[in-house]
């Protein structure tokens, strides 16, 4: 393969990454398989929280072929649109806002309304966490916001957030399937979440766990016991109370590990080895790094095009007043990785979150390859200053390296990808 032939290579194959976590062919698949149970239902209820919130709607609507007795939708505002017979809400990600609590309050009232013989169809997907809340009595917004913003900031990964968050809502935990109850519960989820554990995805609406991490466990280790607002640790020294049992049948349609393997697939029969680095690749994004890289000087001396695929979510640990993400930073550090220890062969990556937006920014992550510290060179940017400031964005900005799609309309968290020509 034409060394230049590797970004477009790259670009292709994260495309094939989010087409394969597509939510609306997920949830007509799904509900195929349930089609029985929703008939018989008396009324149908739809509950959509999440970045995927949108589509999945829309194809459980369609797919259902019968009108619906009510549905609320809350989702980003990048991914608001009217759905039919459905409440739009959008809420803030990735902190929560007045539209987030709108959205939670509205998910409660839904399923309050549905009752014994009714189903209330639950459709969640990454990001609802933030997207939709509910605190417990005794909390503010202002509360839910001030400790989700220091989580972010202390490097704390997806399943630790979603612990203290199940701790401190009324929605989360089990909390959206128990207020339906009598009605049965149809739960049909998109994970970004690694184990793909409903009651970690969205923080669990529709499911409680009995394991798992302890919320005050999770800020003592990250040093926050003393820095969120007093009436956090209040609500998670009270306890909760595991929600009433109700009838709930929960499905993963689509996940991480399913665009990975769509990757592979997709690279083997482009020509390329492919190497598939297993499990969930998470930690601290400079650890991520090194692995990968590891594996890249690995498969340097083998012939023939090669290709690396991983697929999990890092974490940064923000200490600068720069621009970025999870994902820019990954592809800015691997770029000076190779700098260091040059693989001598032509070689390109990525490192993109599926739902096309990587931290507070319009981009999705980065594209890097050996040319990339020469641009950051003539335009005068030093990208260790940048990385420094937790400022990636604009690095890669001015070397063209941004990876840039728009929102995709699902979220089953990020993909990296190495190629050798």
Known sequence: MSPDALRP???????????AADPAEAVRAAMAERRADLAAAKRVFVAALGKAASTMAEA?????????????????????????????????????NAGSAEGGEALLALAEAAGE????????????SALGVAPREGLTLADKTAVTDLLLRSGADITEMNAVRRALSRLKGGGLAAVASPASVISLIVSDVPGDDPATIASGPTAWSEAGL?????????????????????????????????RVVSRVV??????????????????FRVVVRPGWLGGDVGEAVAEVFALLQEQAGEAGPVAIVSGGETTVQVVGDGLGGRNQEFALRLALAEADRPLRRAWAFLSGGTDGRDGPTDAAGGIVDGGTLDR???????PVVHLTRNDAYHALAAAGDLLTTGTTGTN????????MA
């Open 117 to 128: 013989g009714d189903v209330l169809l639950a459709l969640i997907s990454g990001g609802g």
């Open 376 to 382: 950051l060179k003539a335009a005068g940017v030093d």
């Open 214 to 246: 302890d919320a005050r466990d999770v800020l003592e280790r990250h040093r926050l016991t003393d820095r969120v607002p007093p009436a956090v640790m209040a609500a998670i020294a009270a306890g909760k109370t595991r929600p009433p049992s109700s």
């Open 9 to 19: 290579a790259l670009r292709e194959a994260f495309a094939v990454a989010v087409a």
């Open 412 to 419: 089953v968290a990020d993909i990296q990808i190495a190629l």
């Open 254 to 271: 689509a996940s991480n590990a399913r665009s990975v393997e769509a990757v592979a697939r997709h690279l083997s029969d482009a020509g």
């Open 60 to 96: 459980a609507i369609a797919e259902l072929g019968r009108p619906i007795a009510g549905g609320v939708v809350v989702t980003t505002d990048a991914a608001a649109r009217p759905v039919a017979s459905c409440r739009v809400i959008a809420g803030g990600h990735p902190l929560p």
